[in-house]
């Protein structure tokens, strides 16, 4: 049986690091790392998201604001508000809650966002960065499963890892981070012929294709680490990844579940991220 890599656990001992190091920051410079959140209307999920994020500002002693901006917001409206928030020296870090209504183009939003203060990593300077390995910022999510690499003692070095889904939010950057650690990165997709052979052959597999248990047991080598970054609801209201956890983790040495896995490493790192920006004043 799989060893459990338990995200609320890891989460929690980088939450209490942050915030051990923002008191010496305040303590030290006068420096409270400050954050501020973007929301544009009122989708449900992204108000659960942006609470998350507030509650753990509090938790870490940061400073934050919240923008709400109604869902019929103009482009112009919401580049206005980030122009603002670019210059005000008591932000660190800038988040704008996606998805964004249709009317707004989200590539423009991104990039107006200043580097220094993109603390989701999502700028095009910052995804250069990462790419040749001087990252200033690194996307959350991916850097949280590292993080839980990292503090399990799992190393990375000359492993295969294979990647589902290649999206700009969690499979690109998760193999840039591992093919800086010395692993061999395999990346499939929709279009990638025998997907089941290629899994077969991972030491280490990143599940991101948005589809509820769709990797099986069968589909893994005996002893194969498991990230699973999926998060899927079902008719009856039951929350999954995209593995079947019971049957992956009787051929897994270790394995991320749903929920209580990669979920809480997002915030933590979000926290992590704003922290070292304000470091950087």
């Known amino acids: ?9 890891i989460s929690q001992k980088i939450r209490s690091e942050v915030k051990s190091a923002t008191e010496k920051l305040i303590r030290e410079k006068g420096v409270t790392p400050g954050l501020a959140v973007v929301l544009v209307g009122d989708n449900p999920a992204s108000k659960v998201y942006v ?5 753990a500002c509090v938790e870490m002693g940061f400073y934050s604001e919240k923008h709400v901006l109604p869902v019929t917001a103009s482009q112009d409206e919401l580049l206005k508000l980030i122009d603002k928030l670019n210059k005000d020296k008591n932000i660190h870090g800038i988040l704008v809650q996606l998805p964004l209504p249709k009317q707004i183009n989200e590539d423009l939003v991104l990039e107006a966002i200043s580097p220094e203060k993109d603390v989701d990593g999502f700028h095009p300077y910052n995804v250069g960065r990462l790419a040749v390995g001087k990252p200033l910022f690194q996307p959350c999510t991916p850097y949280g499963m590292m993080k839980m690499l990292e503090y399990s003692n799992i ?9 589902i889904g290649r999206s700009n939010i969690v499979g690109k950057p998760i193999a ?3 093919l800086h650690k010395s692993a061999t990165v395999t990346i499939c997709h929709s279009k990638t012929k025998d997907l089941k052979a290629e899994v077969k052959r991972a030491d280490i597999v990143v599940a991101a294709i948005g589809k509820p248990e769709f990797v099986t047991g069968d589909m893994l080598k005996e002893g194969a680490v498991v990230l699973d970054v999926g998060i899927n609801r079902l008719e009856s209201g039951k929350l999954v990844g995209d593995v079947d956890f019971a049957s992956a983790e009787k051929v897994a040495s270790a394995i991320t579940p749903v929920p209580g896995g990669v979920g809480p490493m997002t915030i933590a790192m979000l926290m992590y991220n704003t922290l070292e920006s304000a470091k950087r004043v």
């Open 51 to 55: 609470g998350s994020k507030e509650k």
């Open 155 to 163: 190393s990375v070095e000359g492993k295969h890892a294979v990647i």
């Open 1 to 9: 049986m799989a060893t459990i890599i338990d995200g609320k656990a």
């Open 176 to 178: 840039l981070m591992l």
